[in-house]
Protein backbone atom coordinates (compact mmCIF):
# COMPACT_ATOMS: atom_id res chain seq x y z
CA UNK A 1 0.00 0.00 0.00
CA UNK A 2 1.01 3.27 -0.96
CA UNK A 3 1.23 6.33 1.60
CA UNK A 4 -0.30 9.25 0.66
CA UNK A 5 2.86 11.16 0.60
CA UNK A 6 3.93 9.00 -2.23
CA UNK A 7 0.63 8.91 -3.89
CA UNK A 8 0.50 12.71 -3.85
CA UNK A 9 4.46 12.89 -5.05
CA UNK A 10 3.24 10.12 -8.15
CA UNK A 11 0.01 12.59 -8.78
CA UNK A 12 2.06 15.53 -8.80
CA UNK A 13 4.96 14.73 -11.56
CA UNK A 14 2.59 13.09 -13.84
CA UNK A 15 2.09 15.79 -15.91
CA UNK A 16 5.59 16.83 -15.53
CA UNK A 17 6.80 13.62 -16.80
CA UNK A 18 4.38 13.07 -19.53
CA UNK A 19 5.59 16.74 -20.71
CA UNK A 20 9.18 15.00 -21.39
CA UNK A 21 7.22 11.18 -21.87
CA UNK A 22 8.60 10.07 -25.34
CA UNK A 23 12.16 11.74 -24.53
CA UNK A 24 12.01 9.25 -21.34
CA UNK A 25 10.79 6.53 -23.03
CA UNK A 26 12.92 6.25 -25.85
CA UNK A 27 15.74 7.38 -23.44
CA UNK A 28 14.54 3.94 -21.56
CA UNK A 29 14.76 1.74 -25.07
CA UNK A 30 18.34 3.11 -25.45
CA UNK A 31 19.28 2.23 -21.88
CA UNK A 32 17.13 -1.06 -22.12
CA UNK A 33 18.44 -2.87 -25.22
CA UNK A 34 22.15 -1.50 -24.39
CA UNK A 35 21.68 -3.50 -21.14
CA UNK A 36 19.99 -6.61 -22.58
CA UNK A 37 20.00 -6.58 -26.51
CA UNK A 38 18.78 -10.41 -25.78
CA UNK A 39 15.10 -8.37 -25.49
CA UNK A 40 15.72 -7.22 -29.29
CA UNK A 41 14.34 -10.81 -30.18
CA UNK A 42 11.14 -9.75 -28.62
CA UNK A 43 10.57 -6.09 -29.39
CA UNK A 44 9.21 -5.17 -33.00
CA UNK A 45 11.90 -2.79 -34.61
CA UNK A 46 9.70 -1.20 -37.01
CA UNK A 47 7.51 -0.06 -34.34
CA UNK A 48 10.30 1.69 -32.25
CA UNK A 49 11.47 2.84 -35.69
CA UNK A 50 8.43 4.66 -36.03
CA UNK A 51 8.04 5.73 -32.12
CA UNK A 52 4.71 4.27 -31.54
CA UNK A 53 5.98 1.79 -28.95
CA UNK A 54 7.04 4.62 -27.30
CA UNK A 55 4.22 6.43 -27.28
CA UNK A 56 1.83 3.40 -26.30
CA UNK A 57 4.82 2.95 -23.15
CA UNK A 58 4.42 5.74 -22.08
CA UNK A 59 0.56 6.57 -22.42
CA UNK A 60 0.09 3.33 -20.58
CA UNK A 61 2.60 3.96 -17.37
CA UNK A 62 1.41 7.48 -16.71
CA UNK A 63 -2.40 6.50 -16.93
CA UNK A 64 -1.34 3.77 -14.78
CA UNK A 65 0.31 6.25 -12.44
CA UNK A 66 -3.04 8.85 -12.49
CA UNK A 67 -5.04 5.40 -11.20
CA UNK A 68 -2.21 4.57 -8.78
CA UNK A 69 -4.84 5.02 -5.58
CA UNK A 70 -7.65 3.02 -7.51
CA UNK A 71 -5.74 0.97 -10.51
CA UNK A 72 -9.00 -1.21 -10.73
CA UNK A 73 -10.08 1.81 -13.33
CA UNK A 74 -7.30 0.79 -15.71
CA UNK A 75 -8.05 -3.19 -15.25
CA UNK A 76 -9.30 -3.01 -19.14
CA UNK A 77 -6.61 -1.47 -20.20
CA UNK A 78 -4.07 -3.41 -18.47
CA UNK A 79 -5.87 -6.74 -19.75
CA UNK A 80 -5.37 -5.57 -23.33
CA UNK A 81 -1.92 -4.97 -22.94
CA UNK A 82 -1.32 -8.28 -21.09
CA UNK A 83 -3.12 -9.86 -24.10
CA UNK A 84 -0.17 -8.88 -26.25
CA UNK A 85 3.02 -9.17 -23.33
CA UNK A 86 1.00 -13.35 -23.12
CA UNK A 87 1.28 -13.52 -26.95
CA UNK A 88 4.73 -11.88 -26.69
CA UNK A 89 6.32 -14.41 -23.94
CA UNK A 90 7.00 -11.53 -21.68
CA UNK A 91 7.93 -13.27 -18.11
CA UNK A 92 7.48 -11.52 -14.03
CA UNK A 93 11.82 -11.71 -14.62
CA UNK A 94 11.30 -8.49 -17.05
CA UNK A 95 9.71 -6.46 -14.88
CA UNK A 96 12.34 -5.23 -12.96
CA UNK A 97 14.75 -5.19 -15.59
CA UNK A 98 12.23 -2.56 -17.27
CA UNK A 99 11.83 -0.76 -14.37
CA UNK A 100 15.07 -0.25 -13.55
CA UNK A 101 15.81 1.20 -16.78
CA UNK A 102 12.21 3.73 -17.05
CA UNK A 103 13.81 5.04 -13.67
CA UNK A 104 17.47 5.70 -15.07
CA UNK A 105 15.49 6.91 -17.95
CA UNK A 106 13.78 9.60 -15.92
CA UNK A 107 16.79 10.98 -14.11
CA UNK A 108 19.07 11.09 -16.94
CA UNK A 109 16.34 13.00 -18.78
CA UNK A 110 15.16 14.88 -15.81
CA UNK A 111 18.13 15.99 -14.24
CA UNK A 112 18.23 17.37 -10.70
CA UNK A 113 14.66 18.04 -10.72
CA UNK A 114 14.71 14.08 -10.67
CA UNK A 115 14.94 13.87 -6.24
CA UNK A 116 15.35 11.08 -4.32
CA UNK A 117 11.86 11.53 -2.78
CA UNK A 118 10.56 11.52 -6.85
CA UNK A 119 12.79 8.56 -7.53
CA UNK A 120 11.48 6.41 -4.41
CA UNK A 121 8.25 7.02 -5.13
CA UNK A 122 8.01 6.03 -8.84
CA UNK A 123 10.02 3.03 -7.94
CA UNK A 124 7.25 1.61 -5.62
CA UNK A 125 4.42 3.14 -7.65
CA UNK A 126 6.15 0.79 -10.79
CA UNK A 127 6.23 -2.50 -8.56
CA UNK A 128 2.61 -1.92 -7.64
CA UNK A 129 1.77 -1.27 -11.35
CA UNK A 130 4.25 -4.07 -12.25
CA UNK A 131 2.93 -6.75 -9.72
CA UNK A 132 -0.81 -5.95 -11.37
CA UNK A 133 0.75 -7.27 -14.62
CA UNK A 134 2.54 -9.88 -13.35
CA UNK A 135 -0.66 -11.56 -11.67
CA UNK A 136 -2.84 -10.44 -14.91
CA UNK A 137 -0.19 -12.58 -17.24
CA UNK A 138 -0.02 -15.16 -14.94
CA UNK A 139 -3.26 -16.16 -15.21
CA UNK A 140 -3.29 -15.90 -19.00
CA UNK A 141 -0.31 -18.01 -19.02
CA UNK A 142 -1.93 -20.64 -16.96
CA UNK A 143 -5.48 -20.58 -19.08
CA UNK A 144 -3.82 -21.03 -22.08
CA UNK A 145 -1.69 -24.28 -20.92
CA UNK A 146 -4.32 -25.55 -19.33
CA UNK A 147 -7.30 -25.36 -22.13
CA UNK A 148 -7.65 -28.51 -24.71
CA UNK A 149 -4.16 -28.34 -26.79
CA UNK A 150 -2.66 -25.40 -25.14
CA UNK A 151 0.44 -24.27 -25.02
CA UNK A 152 2.55 -21.39 -22.83
CA UNK A 153 5.19 -20.26 -24.81
CA UNK A 154 5.76 -20.79 -28.65
CA UNK A 155 4.82 -24.26 -30.30
CA UNK A 156 6.15 -25.10 -34.02
CA UNK A 157 3.76 -25.35 -36.98
CA UNK A 158 3.81 -26.70 -40.02
CA UNK A 159 2.44 -24.45 -42.88
CA UNK A 160 0.08 -27.20 -44.65
CA UNK A 161 -0.85 -24.75 -48.04
CA UNK A 162 -0.35 -21.53 -48.94
CA UNK A 163 -3.28 -20.13 -50.88
CA UNK A 164 -2.97 -16.42 -52.69
CA UNK A 165 -6.25 -14.45 -51.71
CA UNK A 166 -5.48 -11.46 -53.66
CA UNK A 167 -2.33 -9.45 -55.12
CA UNK A 168 -1.15 -8.71 -51.62
CA UNK A 169 -2.85 -10.95 -49.61
CA UNK A 170 -1.52 -14.86 -49.10
CA UNK A 171 -3.12 -17.20 -46.25
CA UNK A 172 -0.76 -19.90 -44.69
CA UNK A 173 -3.17 -22.50 -43.27
CA UNK A 174 -0.80 -24.19 -40.27
CA UNK A 175 -1.17 -27.06 -38.40
CA UNK A 176 0.65 -28.29 -35.14
CA UNK A 177 4.18 -30.25 -35.80
CA UNK A 178 3.68 -32.07 -32.54
CA UNK A 179 0.31 -33.57 -34.39
CA UNK A 180 -1.29 -32.66 -30.70
CA UNK A 181 -5.18 -31.45 -30.52
CA UNK A 182 -5.92 -27.34 -31.36
CA UNK A 183 -7.31 -24.89 -28.46
CA UNK A 184 -10.54 -23.45 -29.23
CA UNK A 185 -10.09 -19.73 -29.82
CA UNK A 186 -12.42 -16.76 -29.96
CA UNK A 187 -13.03 -15.46 -33.17
CA UNK A 188 -11.06 -11.91 -33.48
CA UNK A 189 -7.92 -12.92 -31.93
CA UNK A 190 -4.60 -13.02 -32.76
CA UNK A 191 -1.40 -15.25 -32.60
CA UNK A 192 1.89 -13.97 -32.53
CA UNK A 193 4.51 -15.61 -35.32
CA UNK A 194 8.20 -15.77 -34.24
CA UNK A 195 10.45 -16.10 -37.32
CA UNK A 196 14.19 -16.73 -37.65
CA UNK A 197 14.65 -14.70 -40.94
CA UNK A 198 18.51 -16.05 -42.86
CA UNK A 199 20.85 -12.98 -41.84
CA UNK A 200 19.36 -11.39 -39.22
CA UNK A 201 20.81 -11.06 -35.83
CA UNK A 202 17.51 -11.22 -33.93
CA UNK A 203 13.94 -13.19 -34.13
CA UNK A 204 11.03 -11.16 -35.42
CA UNK A 205 7.65 -11.39 -33.88
CA UNK A 206 4.65 -10.04 -35.40
CA UNK A 207 0.86 -10.58 -34.50
CA UNK A 208 -1.74 -11.62 -36.79
CA UNK A 209 -5.45 -12.47 -36.76
CA UNK A 210 -6.84 -15.77 -37.41
CA UNK A 211 -8.78 -15.67 -40.80
CA UNK A 212 -10.72 -18.47 -39.88
CA UNK A 213 -13.65 -19.95 -37.16
CA UNK A 214 -12.79 -21.46 -34.86
CA UNK A 215 -13.18 -25.10 -34.71
CA UNK A 216 -10.99 -26.25 -37.64
CA UNK A 217 -7.91 -28.59 -37.54
CA UNK A 218 -5.66 -25.78 -38.44
CA UNK A 219 -5.38 -21.90 -37.94
CA UNK A 220 -5.29 -20.05 -40.41
CA UNK A 221 -3.51 -16.57 -40.94
CA UNK A 222 -3.92 -14.16 -44.15
CA UNK A 223 -0.83 -11.79 -44.60
CA UNK A 224 -0.21 -8.20 -46.60
CA UNK A 225 2.68 -8.45 -47.91
CA UNK A 226 4.01 -5.03 -47.24
CA UNK A 227 5.85 -3.32 -50.34
CA UNK A 228 8.86 -0.97 -50.04
CA UNK A 229 7.96 2.21 -51.06
CA UNK A 230 10.30 5.61 -51.32
CA UNK A 231 8.55 6.99 -48.28
CA UNK A 232 8.12 3.76 -46.50
CA UNK A 233 10.49 0.58 -46.11
CA UNK A 234 8.87 -2.65 -46.35
CA UNK A 235 7.82 -5.17 -44.15
CA UNK A 236 10.47 -7.53 -43.04
CA UNK A 237 8.25 -10.49 -41.88
CA UNK A 238 5.12 -10.00 -44.19
CA UNK A 239 7.68 -10.27 -47.00
CA UNK A 240 9.42 -13.05 -45.70
CA UNK A 241 6.16 -14.89 -45.28
CA UNK A 242 5.23 -14.16 -48.49
CA UNK A 243 8.29 -14.86 -50.52
CA UNK A 244 10.14 -17.63 -48.72
CA UNK A 245 8.06 -19.50 -46.37
CA UNK A 246 6.09 -22.31 -48.68
CA UNK A 247 4.22 -25.52 -47.59
CA UNK A 248 6.06 -27.75 -45.13
CA UNK A 249 7.96 -25.18 -43.53
CA UNK A 250 7.58 -24.36 -39.83
CA UNK A 251 6.48 -21.04 -37.95
CA UNK A 252 6.76 -20.41 -34.39
CA UNK A 253 3.28 -19.20 -32.99
CA UNK A 254 2.56 -18.70 -29.42
CA UNK A 255 -1.33 -19.35 -28.44
CA UNK A 256 -4.43 -17.05 -29.40
CA UNK A 257 -5.04 -14.01 -27.54
CA UNK A 258 -6.51 -10.50 -27.70
CA UNK A 259 -9.63 -8.60 -26.40
CA UNK A 260 -10.88 -7.74 -29.90
CA UNK A 261 -13.52 -10.75 -29.29
CA UNK A 262 -17.01 -11.22 -31.04
CA UNK A 263 -19.38 -11.07 -27.60
CA UNK A 264 -21.39 -14.29 -28.64
CA UNK A 265 -23.90 -13.70 -25.72
CA UNK A 266 -25.35 -10.65 -27.73
CA UNK A 267 -28.22 -11.53 -29.97
CA UNK A 268 -28.62 -7.71 -31.37
CA UNK A 269 -27.32 -7.11 -35.22
CA UNK A 270 -23.78 -7.50 -35.74
CA UNK A 271 -21.80 -4.87 -37.80
CA UNK A 272 -18.54 -5.93 -39.70
CA UNK A 273 -16.75 -3.10 -40.92
CA UNK A 274 -13.38 -3.85 -42.72
CA UNK A 275 -10.72 -1.73 -44.51
CA UNK A 276 -7.76 -3.60 -46.89
CA UNK A 277 -6.46 -6.70 -44.75
CA UNK A 278 -8.40 -5.67 -41.48
CA UNK A 279 -11.14 -8.11 -42.82
CA UNK A 280 -9.30 -11.48 -40.98
CA UNK A 281 -10.97 -11.04 -37.68
CA UNK A 282 -14.19 -9.74 -38.95
CA UNK A 283 -14.11 -12.84 -41.42
CA UNK A 284 -13.24 -15.32 -38.29
CA UNK A 285 -16.48 -13.51 -36.91
CA UNK A 286 -18.48 -14.02 -40.04
CA UNK A 287 -17.55 -17.40 -40.06
CA UNK A 288 -18.19 -18.11 -36.38
CA UNK A 289 -21.74 -16.67 -36.92
CA UNK A 290 -22.91 -18.47 -40.11
CA UNK A 291 -21.59 -21.48 -38.78
CA UNK A 292 -22.91 -21.68 -35.57
CA UNK A 293 -26.50 -21.09 -37.47
CA UNK A 294 -27.07 -17.60 -35.34
CA UNK A 295 -29.89 -15.43 -36.48
CA UNK A 296 -28.61 -12.12 -35.76
CA UNK A 297 -28.55 -10.00 -38.49
CA UNK A 298 -25.36 -9.55 -39.81
CA UNK A 299 -24.49 -6.46 -42.04
CA UNK A 300 -20.60 -7.32 -43.87
CA UNK A 301 -18.91 -4.27 -45.47
CA UNK A 302 -15.54 -4.40 -46.74
CA UNK A 303 -13.80 -1.52 -48.21
CA UNK A 304 -10.83 -1.93 -50.54
CA UNK A 305 -9.04 -0.22 -53.58
CA UNK A 306 -10.53 -2.59 -56.20
CA UNK A 307 -10.98 -6.43 -57.06
CA UNK A 308 -7.65 -6.97 -57.42
CA UNK A 309 -6.63 -6.38 -53.57
CA UNK A 310 -10.12 -7.70 -52.31
CA UNK A 311 -9.07 -10.60 -50.35
CA UNK A 312 -11.31 -13.72 -49.61
CA UNK A 313 -14.05 -12.24 -51.36
CA UNK A 314 -15.47 -16.00 -52.83
CA UNK A 315 -14.94 -17.16 -49.14
CA UNK A 316 -17.09 -14.46 -47.83
CA UNK A 317 -20.04 -15.12 -50.57
CA UNK A 318 -19.59 -18.65 -49.98
CA UNK A 319 -20.59 -17.81 -46.21
CA UNK A 320 -23.01 -15.27 -46.64
CA UNK A 321 -24.75 -17.88 -49.13
CA UNK A 322 -25.18 -19.94 -46.27
CA UNK A 323 -27.21 -17.76 -44.37
CA UNK A 324 -30.44 -15.63 -45.22
CA UNK A 325 -29.62 -12.64 -42.41
CA UNK A 326 -26.34 -11.89 -43.84
CA UNK A 327 -25.78 -8.60 -45.95
CA UNK A 328 -22.63 -8.01 -47.79
CA UNK A 329 -21.04 -5.12 -49.33
CA UNK A 330 -17.73 -3.97 -51.30
CA UNK A 331 -16.88 -0.10 -50.98
CA UNK A 332 -14.07 0.19 -54.00
CA UNK A 333 -12.26 3.26 -54.12
CA UNK A 334 -10.42 3.26 -57.14
CA UNK A 335 -12.03 0.66 -58.83
CA UNK A 336 -11.19 -0.44 -62.54
CA UNK A 337 -12.64 -0.93 -65.77
CA UNK A 338 -13.17 -4.39 -65.49
CA UNK A 339 -14.68 -4.28 -61.91
CA UNK A 340 -17.22 -1.51 -63.45
CA UNK A 341 -18.31 -3.60 -66.06
CA UNK A 342 -18.42 -7.25 -63.69
CA UNK A 343 -20.68 -4.54 -61.32
CA UNK A 344 -17.96 -5.85 -58.71
CA UNK A 345 -18.90 -3.41 -55.88
CA UNK A 346 -21.62 -1.57 -54.23
CA UNK A 347 -20.14 1.92 -53.35
CA UNK A 348 -17.48 3.67 -55.22
CA UNK A 349 -15.37 6.06 -53.11
CA UNK A 350 -15.06 6.22 -49.52
CA UNK A 351 -18.05 4.61 -47.02
CA UNK A 352 -20.39 7.85 -45.94
CA UNK A 353 -23.04 8.16 -42.92
CA UNK A 354 -25.58 8.76 -45.53
CA UNK A 355 -24.75 5.30 -47.26
CA UNK A 356 -23.93 3.83 -43.51
CA UNK A 357 -27.08 4.45 -42.13
CA UNK A 358 -28.72 3.10 -45.68
CA UNK A 359 -27.30 0.07 -45.34
CA UNK A 360 -27.21 -0.94 -41.51
CA UNK A 361 -30.63 -1.74 -40.26
CA UNK A 362 -30.43 -0.01 -37.20
CA UNK A 363 -27.67 1.99 -35.04
CA UNK A 364 -28.86 -0.07 -32.12
CA UNK A 365 -26.25 -2.81 -32.88
CA UNK A 366 -23.21 -4.28 -31.83
CA UNK A 367 -20.19 -2.45 -34.74
CA UNK A 368 -16.97 -4.69 -34.47
CA UNK A 369 -14.07 -2.36 -37.51
CA UNK A 370 -10.80 -3.08 -37.97
CA UNK A 371 -8.37 -1.09 -40.79
CA UNK A 372 -5.33 1.16 -41.46
CA UNK A 373 -5.64 3.56 -39.08
CA UNK A 374 -7.02 6.30 -40.67
CA UNK A 375 -9.83 4.11 -42.02
CA UNK A 376 -10.49 3.57 -38.37
CA UNK A 377 -10.83 7.66 -37.68
CA UNK A 378 -13.14 7.74 -40.45
CA UNK A 379 -15.69 4.78 -39.20
CA UNK A 380 -15.24 5.96 -35.78
CA UNK A 381 -16.26 9.29 -36.81
CA UNK A 382 -19.24 8.53 -38.59
CA UNK A 383 -20.38 6.14 -36.10
CA UNK A 384 -20.04 8.83 -33.56
CA UNK A 385 -21.92 11.06 -35.64
CA UNK A 386 -24.94 8.91 -35.86
CA UNK A 387 -25.06 8.49 -32.47
CA UNK A 388 -24.12 4.46 -31.91
CA UNK A 389 -23.88 3.97 -28.13
CA UNK A 390 -19.67 4.07 -27.28
CA UNK A 391 -20.18 0.33 -25.16
CA UNK A 392 -21.19 -1.11 -29.25
CA UNK A 393 -18.17 0.36 -30.87
CA UNK A 394 -15.84 -1.87 -30.95
CA UNK A 395 -12.42 -1.78 -33.09
CA UNK A 396 -8.82 -3.40 -33.21
CA UNK A 397 -5.44 -1.44 -34.01
CA UNK A 398 -2.92 -3.25 -36.52
CA UNK A 399 0.17 -2.67 -34.09
CA UNK A 400 0.91 -1.15 -30.74
CA UNK A 401 -3.03 -0.62 -29.74
CA UNK A 402 -4.20 3.22 -29.72
CA UNK A 403 -7.56 4.85 -28.83
CA UNK A 404 -9.98 6.60 -31.12
CA UNK A 405 -11.67 8.52 -28.30
CA UNK A 406 -8.86 10.40 -27.66
CA UNK A 407 -8.76 11.82 -31.14
C1 LIG B 1 3.81 -3.77 -25.65
C2 LIG B 1 3.00 -1.29 -21.59
C3 LIG B 1 6.28 -4.00 -19.29
C4 LIG B 1 7.57 -5.94 -23.53
C5 LIG B 1 3.30 -2.90 -24.73
C6 LIG B 1 2.24 -1.95 -25.01
C7 LIG B 1 2.03 -1.25 -23.88
C8 LIG B 1 2.93 -1.74 -22.87
C9 LIG B 1 1.00 -0.15 -23.69
C10 LIG B 1 1.50 -1.82 -26.35
C11 LIG B 1 0.36 -2.81 -26.29
C12 LIG B 1 -0.35 -3.08 -27.59
O1 LIG B 1 0.22 -2.91 -28.64
O2 LIG B 1 -1.51 -3.51 -27.56
C13 LIG B 1 3.82 -1.82 -20.60
C14 LIG B 1 3.81 -1.40 -19.20
C15 LIG B 1 4.75 -2.17 -18.56
C16 LIG B 1 5.33 -3.06 -19.55
C17 LIG B 1 2.92 -0.31 -18.63
C18 LIG B 1 5.17 -2.14 -17.12
C19 LIG B 1 4.38 -1.92 -16.11
C20 LIG B 1 6.91 -4.77 -20.24
C21 LIG B 1 7.99 -5.71 -19.96
C22 LIG B 1 8.36 -6.24 -21.16
C23 LIG B 1 7.51 -5.65 -22.18
C24 LIG B 1 8.54 -6.03 -18.57
C25 LIG B 1 9.46 -7.24 -21.44
C26 LIG B 1 10.69 -6.90 -21.50
C27 LIG B 1 6.66 -5.49 -24.45
C28 LIG B 1 6.74 -5.83 -25.86
C29 LIG B 1 5.65 -5.22 -26.47
C30 LIG B 1 4.95 -4.50 -25.43
C31 LIG B 1 7.81 -6.70 -26.53
C32 LIG B 1 5.29 -5.24 -27.95
C33 LIG B 1 6.01 -4.09 -28.51
C34 LIG B 1 6.27 -4.13 -29.96
O3 LIG B 1 5.34 -4.19 -30.75
O4 LIG B 1 7.46 -4.06 -30.24
N1 LIG B 1 3.69 -2.75 -23.42
N2 LIG B 1 4.74 -2.82 -20.76
N3 LIG B 1 6.65 -4.77 -21.58
N4 LIG B 1 5.58 -4.68 -24.24
FE1 LIG B 1 5.14 -3.82 -22.49
Redesign the pocket.
Known amino acids: MLSKQTIDIIKSTVPVLEVHGTTITKRFYQL?FTAHPE?LH???HA??TKGR?QT??A???YA?ALHIDKLEMILPAVK??A???RS?G?KAE??P???QMLLTAIKDVLGDAATEEILGAWAEA?GI??NV?IETEAEMYKQAEQQNGGWADYRAFRVERKVRESDVITSFYLVPEDGGALPAFEPGQYVSVKVHIPGETYTH?RQYSLSGGPGKPYYRISVKREDEFPNRPGGKVSRYLHEQINQADVLWLSAPAGHFTLDRMDTRPVVLISGGVGLTPLVSMLSTLTESHSDRPVTFIHAAQNASVHALRSEVEELASRASQVSLYWCYDKPTEDDRAAQAFHKEGYIDLPWLQDVVPTKDASFYFCGPEPFMRMVFGLLKEWGVASEDIHYE?F???GSLEAA
Do not use: D, E, T
Request: proline fraction near 3%; avoid cysteine.
Open positions: LLMFNNQQALNAVAQIHKHLVHYIVGYIAFIFGPS
